[in-house]
């Protein structure tokens, strides 16, 4: 059987399926370098340099998720090894979260939940009143896969959409070709582009400063998109209003300064952590492994490396 690496957790389900065709090694053991010829990984671990040296037989990473920011697509290229990744599946459940961070962040259900458990309502009275998520003006920033099935929920809340891309794009929301002109005509931002270097602090002190003390900032994409530093700073100045979080610059680290403040909601990276959004990602990662066993192609390889796949 052919020797396959794993770099990072996999799912006892892709391991069943898995080991009915692949030897698998761990990247933490003794691995044979020479003999692996695929690897399973994921969008946190990516594929480390002296890894992608070391497996110089590689041909195909299969990463279980949709971004592909630390793995170096380039060396990849160059060493004909093929990048898969796992689009669509998940669109809905991120698109989810993007919408629950919001109504979280307007209706404040997480002190009023905790006003309701602490026996605060007995005590005290009734909860403060919130703000409402309804009719409100949202920019999208990156109207890709994701992005269009948020706008597709927030019609449900008589949403104005606005997005920020680089190209316009054929659909009837309102186009931004600047960002600090979108974030000055909206009261919330939703993030959902790719990270890495094109995206890197794209939200920036101007964008944040633009939305102004009233705004709400989302971050469904990753860390690296937005500035947490000119983030915690405007919080902490007014400048910003609110924001809720599933993405950190340094993750599993959170500043201490956002843990503490009560305009902020914070999850732990769960945008797609559903048990089953989480198994067709797992069945989508083996199903690339395998179809290239079986045929040479892969079923989605990220754009960088489709030229790859043979057709
Ligand atoms: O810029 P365009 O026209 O290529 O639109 C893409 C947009 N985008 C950007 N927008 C502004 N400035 C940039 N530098 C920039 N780079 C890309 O992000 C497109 O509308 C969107 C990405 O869409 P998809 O490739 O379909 O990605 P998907 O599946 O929606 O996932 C987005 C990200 C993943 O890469 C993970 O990081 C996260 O969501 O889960």
């Not at 698998?24 to 594929?47: E, F």
């Not at 605060?120 to 009275?125: I, S, Y």
């Not at 939200?203 to 944040?208: E, G, K, S």
């Not at 083996?286 to 490396?305: A, K, Q």
Request: charged fraction near 20%; hydrophobic fraction near 40%; proline fraction near 5%.
């Amino acid at each position: 059987m052919p020797d396959l690496l794993q770099i990072g957790g996999i799912t006892d389900d892709m391991r069943t399926r898995l080991e009915e065709r692949f030897t698998i090694h761990k990247v933490g053991d003794d691995y044979p370098a020479d003999a692996i010829t695929h690897i399973v990984t994921n969008g946190h671990d990516g594929v480390p340099g002296p890894v992608l040296e070391a497996c110089k037989n590689a041909k195909v990473a299969a990463s279980y998720g949709v971004g592909y920011d630390a793995i170096d697509t380039d060396a990849c290229v160059a060493r004909g090894v093929l990048v898969t990744h796992t689009p669509d599946v998940l669109n809905e459940e991120v698109a989810t979260t993007a919408i629950m961070l919001m109504l979280t962040s307007y209706r404040n259900f997480l002190s009023d939940e905790a006003h309701a458990r602490s026996g605060a309502w007995e005590r005290d009275g009734n909860a403060p009143l919130s703000r409402s998520a309804d009719g409100r003006r949202v920019g999208i920033l990156g109207l890709g896969r994701i992005g269009l099935a948020i706008a597709d929920k927030l019609k449900a809340f008589g949403t104005d959409i606005h997005y920020h891309t680089r190209s316009a794009k054929d659909v009837p929301y309102t186009y931004h070709a600047n960002l600090v002109d979108m974030a000055a005509a909206v009261d919330v931002i939703i993030c959902i582009t790719p990270g890495g270097p094109a995206t890197h602090h794209l939200v920036n002190a101007d964008v944040l400063n633009a939305l102004g003390a009233e705004g709400t900032l989302i971050n469904v994409s990753r860390g690296s998109v937005v500035d947490e530093a000119a983030l915690v700073s405007a919080l902490q100045d007014g400048r910003l209003g609110y924001a809720a979080l599933d993405v950190f610059e340094e993750e599993p680290k959170i500043p201490d300064a956002l843990k503490s403040m009560s305009n902020v909601v914070l999850l732990p990276h769960v945008g797609s952590a559903t048990h089953e959004t989480r198994a067709a990602m797992g069945n989508l990662v083996v199903d690339n492994l395998l179809s290239h066993l079986d045929t040479g192609r892969v079923v989605t390889p990220v754009p960088e490396c489709a030229h790859l796949n043979p057709a």
